[in-house]
């Protein structure tokens, strides 16, 4: 019996896709006879309540906190190029935030337009910072040669700007010039530490000198959490949030004016 049986699921086995591909053959062919999307509004659908009930009390708690005030801005804190309040700020609080966790890196760079939004002067609600950093970004020390911190500063150049903390130049032409890092002139023939996100560490906007890099360290650190652990912390001390603009990047097309 368990013989017959086991036939019967062989030929059946072999006889399956042919039967398929004849019926595949003998089916008409089908085409679209409309490439239009249309939109179905559905209405008066009855409340479940039971979804309701289980989802209320998360949405309570998450609607909390994203409302509750973690800081006030003293200033509107924008984006600009060559060089904007809003970029110092962040490339600053990144600074701050790899020394005090003892990472060893030299300045900082991370992306324009990775800053989403601006802050307005007046009480920071935390769904704000979400909305101006809503990327799951972790901070990335990576080193480089020389010839790749100039061509990454290039890069930059040709961007007119991102924003940076710890370095400072010039864009002339398009490359930049008169390079200073911690104060320091810099040295093509040294390598140099850049802290920075790991989407740029992976070469992503076309950075591509990053990929050229070794020595890198991936933290657990978060660039979102960090800045919200900033604003929390000068909230704690009774500081406003405020930056300035120290000329760290200077430009032949400065588009800030």
């Known amino acids: 019996m368990n013989t017959a049986i086991s036939y019967i699921g062989r030929i059946a086995g072999r006889m399956l896709p042919v039967l398929l591909i004849g019926l595949s053959a003998c089916s008409p062919k089908l085409h679209p006879t409309s490439s239009h999307a249309s939109l179905y509004t559905v209405k008066d659908l009855p409340i479940d309540s039971a979804?309701?009930?289980?989802?209320?009390?998360?949405?309570?708690?998450?609607?909390?906190?994203?409302?509750?005030?973690?800081?006030?801005?003293?200033?509107?804190?924008?984006?600009?190029?060559?060089?904007?309040?809003?970029?110092?700020?962040?490339?600053d609080i990144v600074y701050d935030a790899g020394k005090r966790?003892?990472?060893?890196?030299?300045?900082?760079?991370?992306?324009?337009?990775?800053l989403r939004n601006s802050i307005a002067a007046g009480p920071i609600k935390a769904f704000k910072v979400y909305e101006l950093m809503p990327f799951e970004n972790a901070l990335v020390a990576i080193t480089l040669k020389g010839a790749d911190v100039q061509?990454?500063?290039?890069?930059?150049?040709?961007?007119?700007?991102?924003?940076?903390?710890?370095?400072?130049?010039?864009?002339?032409?398009?490359?930049?010039?008169?390079?200073?890092?911690?104060?320091?002139?810099?040295?093509?023939?040294?390598?140099?530490?850049?802290?920075?996100?790991?989407?740029?560490?992976?070469?992503?906007d076309k950075a591509e000198a990053y990929t050229r890099g070794s020595g890198r360290v991936d933290t657990s650190l978060k660039l979102r959490d960090v800045i919200l652990a900033y604003i929390k912390e000068q909230q704690a001390q009774g500081k406003a949030i405020t930056s300035k603009l120290d000329n760290r990047i200077q430009s032949d097309n400065d588009t800030s004016k």
């Open 51 to 91: 979804v309701l009930s289980f989802y209320q009390p998360y949405k309570k708690g998450i609607d909390s906190q994203m409302n509750a005030v973690i800081g006030v801005a003293a200033i509107n804190l924008e984006r600009k190029k060559p060089e904007g309040l809003l970029n110092n700020l962040v490339a």
């Open 151 to 204: 061509e990454l500063l290039n890069y930059i150049a040709a961007l007119n700007g991102d924003p940076v903390s710890g370095v400072k130049f010039s864009i002339k032409n398009g490359k930049a010039t008169d390079i200073q890092i911690n104060g320091a002139p810099f040295d093509p023939s040294k390598n140099y530490t850049v802290l920075t996100i790991d989407y740029l560490a992976n070469g992503g």
């Open 101 to 114: 966790q003892n990472i060893s890196f030299d300045f900082v760079h991370t992306n324009y337009f990775g």
